[in-house]
């Protein structure tokens, strides 16, 4: 028991950083991954259009996050969609592939937003369907999700900083499962 | 006759009772050591793991400015949060290690990336058996754990083909309570956020030596 609270102590030190449960989340720095994998991609810059909740999901979907034993979590700019969106644009920037006056236009429609800090088990689960249009013309259009399960603790203090933090890490995954898939690839190939 | 589920069993009742007993006594415990850990418990940082000095590496005679990016991982998930509040120390070690002309997180202009990750893993009471500590000290004894960090470095040069380049490394942070004792030659820090960003200086430095020793560098 004392081993498993000390062991949590470095762990909720880089989990969290914070003593509040209560928090707001903002795009952060691009990922060495997949910035990796786009300037080996030979893909034309693109730019990035309208994100916003897809039609008939619940509103609530794009501004709020259940599921974290009573804690929240909100997007630090109002909306999921446009969470989604800053990280796609930090990570064509850092790769040189974001050009406001491309022809090619990324957009995007949040599909699923969701997390469980259950005992036992962790959840989340975040999709969007993604489209790209070049000159007016879709040449693109797919519905990517990123899922991620985790052991998760009994106690509070540690299970909902980490429930957090996967839930924020779906955001670059997704975007990072977008960059890999071969149909992407060919919309923006040069 | 009653039924076999309503039979009263004090035996039964006694370990029901024992069982509730010692799981709230157990959380009371733990409630305890959380809630007082950051006034007794130890950190550590394992002693075998030095920094390198910049003045050690092998500076390149014309270096090349680079783009740096940066993330910290808890067990191989991006941290955001850990990520933000060490960039600023992670940037600055990177410009003052001389290997570079400039550093910036926009892509540089010759199209040499740095990114440097580091990676923090729980250890095991079987992490020696499985090689972590290799290197390292270990004997962790009492009412003290290991939190195993990997660094990885990997260098992409600007020239058109050039192969990257892949450094690594590995550290420990070691926290104790009350009589815990740590390994033999540890060194300890006055804060959790010391041991933090003094394994992670430690870190870096070591395999940006081992990157300056390359002969495809830069």
Redesign the interface.
Known sequence: ???????????V??????GCANIK?DA??????T??KL?AANLAPAQVGSFKLAAGKDPAMDTTLSGLRGSTLAPGKGSWSQFLKDTLVAEL????LFNPASTSIIEGQLTDSKVDAAIGTGTSRLAARFTITNGGRVVYEKEVAAE?S?ESSF?G?VAIP?AM??Y??LY?TLVAKLVDDPDFRRALAK | MPCRGLEWNPRLHREKFMTRFVGALRSLLLAAVMSFLGGCAAFYVDGNAPEVPSAQYKKPASPAGVQLLWEFQTRGVANARATELLKARVSEQIVASGLFSSVSDLPDAGGALLSVTVNNVPLSDDAAGKGFIAGLTFGIAGQTVGDGYEGTLRYTPGRSGAPTLQRSGKHVIYTSLGSGSPPPGSLKMPSVAEAVTTMLRQLISRTLNDLSLEAAFP
Request: proline share 5%; no cysteine; net charge positive.
């Open positions: 028991m004392i081993r498993l609270a000390l062991r949590s102590v470095p762990l030190f880089a989990l969290a950083i914070t989340l952060t720095g691009a990922t060495p991954a910035v990796e300037r920037t850092a790769s040189g991620a985790w106690l203090a980490t933090n996967q924020g890490a670059k």
